[in-house]
């Protein structure tokens, strides 16, 4: 499960990756995995269920 977001402003963007992370919380716990949070490119960025990411956790990367 993920959700792409996409800000034009960088005021929007901690409350909209805040709600996100929010949403999947109770999938993750249901999928006993973590959140991982990527950045694409400036404004546009994926949160998503992640295996590689220990349960209870949410990581950061930044896309190459």
């Not at 209870?56 to 990367?61: A, H, M, N, Q, V």
Request: net charge negative; proline share 5%.
């Amino acid at each position: 499960m993920s959700i792409d977001l996409q800000f034009s402003t960088a005021h929007d963007v901690h409350e909209g990756l805040d709600n996100a992370v929010a949403t999947l919380i109770e999938p993750a716990r249901e999928a006993a995995c973590g959140i991982l949070v990527t950045r694409l490119r400036p404004g546009r960025f994926t949160v998503a269920l992640d295996e590689s990411v220990p349960f209870g956790e949410t990581y950061e990367s930044i896309a190459a």
